[in-house]
């Protein structure tokens, strides 16, 4: 369960803010903190996944010089997080003096603060055989008791406190990236890639398919020279007895399993396409699948891995 709060309003003057501080606003800058074993490190993969930058146990100190840089480096440091735990705290305590200064320099930060009940953290410690890192000589529930105290002002400060208590692992990335992603970010997306089997399989292949129960047309004079991209080719390829069920069964199951690669937080699903070669069979395959799972509304593209080496 979550709960979401509205910012504050913008702190400092506005018009004493020049072009290049309010370009600054264009970058998206998350600030990431909360309990001990609440799930930060998880936030801040789903972060990841959905393309920002992130900087992990960053001093408060630094927060400031962190968000110039990213605006400084432009493109995908556009989009950053900083995630902050009590070790950052070793450096500064002034979390909020930190987000005002961000705010004056004209960035726009949102706060995340993870969250779990004590009961919950406690088993979450205990079934890792860790120590609490405030707990000292004393108990679990000490640590938590000292870290909640240290983190009272940063809880009030947040744009968003996300309760962990009874998420999963995948159930608080998907809230993660639903707040933060965007549905392009979140989409699974698949890449066709040919192969020849004389060079290897792909070591990076999720499904691997075997084009070579179809004629080949290197033993075709005219067609030797050409490869799978060229209509000739392909349409001899997928003129053979079986090469559109062949199609249609790979897009049928790619297409039945992507919902529950999604769901798993998958996010790159490579189909492998193999023949001999990898210039004619493998590559015609390839081109249509990928055309047939973009038709079906899936993100797919077509790469062949060895078309050229002959």
């Known amino acids: 369960m979550s709960e979401a709060r509205t910012a504050g309003g913008r702190i400092g ?10 370009a600054e606003s264009e970058t998206t800058l998350v600030v990431v903190t909360g309990v001990s074993g609440g799930g930060r490190s998880t936030v801040a993969r789903a972060l990841e996944n959905v393309g920002y930058y992130v900087v992990d146990n960053l001093p408060q100190a630094l927060m400031l010089d962190m968000a110039e840089l990213a605006f400084k480096a432009g493109g995908a440091a556009r989009r950053t997080a ?3 735990d ?3 705290r070793a450096f500064s305590t002034d979390l909020a003096g930190a987000i005002r200064e961000l705010k004056e320099r004209g960035f726009s930060p949102r706060v995340v603060f993870v969250d779990a009940d004590d009961e919950v953290l406690i088993r979450r410690f205990e079934s890792v055989r860790r120590s609490h890192p405030l707990q000292g000589d004393g108990r679990l529930a000490d640590g938590i008791a000292v870290e909640r105290g240290l983190l009272e002002e940063a809880r009030d400060l947040a744009d968003v406190i996300v309760d962990t208590s009874h998420l999963n692992v995948n159930q608080l ?8 992603g965007g549905e392009d970010a979140r989409r699974l997306r698949v890449t066709v890639l ?5 060079y290897g399989l792909p070591p990076d292949a999720d499904f691997v398919l075997d084009a070579r129960f179809l004629p080949n047309p290197y033993w075709v004079p005219e067609l030797r020279e050409h490869t799978g991209r060229e209509e000739a080719v392909s349409a001899y390829v997928l003129g053979q007895e079986g090469a559109d069920a062949f199609v249609t069964s790979y897009a049928d199951l790619v297409n039945a399993t992507t919902i ?4 798993e937080g998958k996010r790159y699903l490579t189909v492998a396409v193999g023949c001999t070669g990898g210039k004619h069979r493998s590559v015609a395959i390839a081109e249509e699948l990928a055309s047939r799972l973009r038709h079906s509304g899936l993100a797919a593209n077509a790469q062949h891995r060895d078309l050229g080496r002959e």
């Open 13 to 22: 003057d506005p018009s004493a803010v020049d072009g290049q501080l309010a």
């Open 82 to 84: 900083m995630v902050l």
């Open 86 to 88: 009590v070790r950052s």
């Open 173 to 180: 990335r998907r809230r993660i990236e639903e707040l933060f």
């Open 194 to 198: 040919s192969f020849g089997f004389k």
């Open 260 to 263: 529950g690669f999604e769901r």
